[in-house]
T-cell receptor
Framework: AQTVTQSQPEMSVQEAETVTLSCTYDTSENNYYLFWYKQPPSRQMILVIR??????QNATENRFSVNFQKAAKSFSLKISDSQLGDTAMYFCAFMKLVIGTDKLIFGTGTRLQVFP | GAGVSQSPRYKVAKRGQDVALRCDPISGHVSLFWYQQALGQGPEFLTY????????KSGLPSDRFFAERPEGSVSTLKIQRTQQEDSAVYLC?????????FGPGTRLTVL
């Protein structure tokens, strides 16, 4: 069975600074996807970034980038130039790569507070 | 385009009542998922449809939970004889294969 661990229940960062959220996972699968989702207080879950395990290059989306270490089973999210709108719960998630699609397995989340 | 929608957004039920939660996926998305999110926790998988076929229902916590998607589009999650431990946010997601897009959720409170 796959597990996802987020060891930082809460983080805070000052506006315009950089913050890194940690995620580790456990799996015996070789092919899978990893995701970071953001859930603001309004509750709608929004995709931040996706990483395919077979790609060595780390994914980036504007101010968001990941550090994917497959051997270490680590998948951290770096947010650069933090903005007040980044305040939210952040969930790391794992999905097996199968024909079609599969369920997401989520970590327990990290609450990020960006303050002025 | 329109995203995933869910209704109602909030539902209060007395213990023992039946409830039905609706999900309208993104048009054309074949796959649809239901998750349960307890307060302060990450979402947990309940069930998965591909078109009208329910391919995985391993996450449903009891036989009081039932989901359907009869025409391969709109899905309904039904909970019979609700219990207090059913109180949670129920999230629906539809998928374009490798990425799931979530609705706003239904917050169920059982008194």
């Amino acid at each position: 069975a796959q597990t996802v661990t987020q060891s930082q229940p809460e983080m805070s960062v000052q506006e315009a600074e950089t913050v890194t959220l940690s995620c580790t996972y456990d799996t015996s699968e070789n092919n899978y996807y990893l995701f970071w989702y953001k859930q603001p207080p309004s509750r709608q879950m929004i995709l931040v970034i996706r990483q395919e395990a077979y790609k060595q290059q780390n994914a980036t989306e504007n101010r968001f980038s990941v550090n994917f270490q497959k051997a270490a089973k680590s998948f951290s999210l770096k947010i650069s130039d933090s903005q007040l709108g980044d305040t939210a719960m952040y969930f790391c998630a794992f999905m097996k790569l199968v024909i079609g699609t599969d369920k997401l397995i989520f970590g327990t989340g990290t609450r990020l507070q960006v303050f002025p | 385009g329109a995203g995933v929608s869910q209704s109602p957004r909030y539902k209060v039920a007395k213990r023992g009542q039946d409830v039905a939660l609706r999900c309208d996926p993104i048009s054309g998305h074949v796959s649809l998922f239901w998750y349960q999110q307890a307060l302060g926790q990450g979402p947990e998988f309940l069930t998965y449809f591909q078109n009208e076929a329910q391919l995985d229902k391993s996450g449903l916590p009891s036989d009081r939970f039932f989901a359907e998607r009869p025409e391969g589009s709109v899905s309904t999650l039904k909970i019979q004889r609700t219990q207090q431990e059913d109180s949670a946010v129920y999230l629906c997601a539809s998928s374009d294969r490798y990425t799931q897009y979530f609705g706003p959720g239904t917050r169920l409170t059982v008194l």
